[in-house]
């Protein structure tokens, strides 16, 4: 099981663009697995925003698809999110996650999450 | 469908039987997971596949599915099982990934 750590801002204005990073540890982002990001607004559940699979295909949330994108850096051994156009409805604690690549499926790793606020 | 379903909220008194329920057709082609969710916490894996348990998570929760209902059963519920609960699986088409609204479960 690796261990997920995300950075990044915590604080965003509104209209601008949001970057976090995912460092993997005690794992290979090379490793057969999906590389997600999953929010959680305040008091509110999960919501996945999409994933990246280590051989660089990638899926996304319908919702978010027109302003998110999710690299793999394989010399860092991290992903990363981007997502345009911040509103405050962005607001909330983004987690980055393993999810399975075979059956059974299921997220195997969460990171501890970290807080975002959009605000001017 | 791209939804998965759960009730809100659900109480059980000490020491009884719950069952929390998923909803969605994707549950026909993928076998639901199941997070508990503390407050100020990240999800935590308690059920995954047809009924698996990660180590160190209590024998008193197990999982099942019929159609396209996956349930979370409970047996023996303590204080510490209090928390929000979340369902997972595959879309029908397997390319996106859901999530039911979760289910803040009480124990009275």
Not at chain 1, 2 to 8: D, K
Not at chain 2, 14 to 35: E, K, M
């Amino acid at each position: 099981q690796v261990h997920l750590q995300e950075s990044g801002p915590g604080l965003v204005k509104p209209s601008g663009t949001l970057s976090l990073t995912c460092a993997v540890s005690g794992g290979s982002v090379s490793s057969p697995t999906w590389w997600t990001w999953v929010r959680q607004p305040p008091g509110k559940g999960l919501e996945w925003i999409g994933e990246i699979y280590h051989l660089g295909g990638t899926n996304y949330n319908p919702s978010l698809i027109s302003r998110v994108i999710i690299s793999v850096d394989k010399s860092k051994n991290q992903f990363s999110l981007r997502l345009g156009s911040m509103t405050a409805a962005d607001t909330a604690i983004y987690y980055c996650a393993s999810y399975t690549a075979t059956s059974p499926y299921f997220f195997d790793s969460w990171g501890q999450g970290t807080l975002v606020i959009v605000s001017s | 469908s791209s939804e998965l379903t759960q009730d809100p909220a659900v109480s059980v008194a000490l020491g009884h039987t719950v069952r929390i329920t998923c909803q969605g057709d994707s549950l026909r082609s993928y076998y639901a997971s199941w997070y508990q969710q503390k407050p100020g916490q990240a999800p935590v894996l308690v059920i995954y596949g047809q009924n698996n348990r990660p180590s160190g998570i209590p024998d008193r929760f197990s999982g099942s599915t019929s159609g396209n209902t996956a349930s979370l059963t409970l047996t023996g519920a303590q204080a510490e099982d209090e928390a929000d609960y979340f369902c997972n699986s595959r879309d029908s088409s397997g390319k996106l990934l859901l999530f039911g609204g979760g289910t803040k479960l009480t124990v009275l």
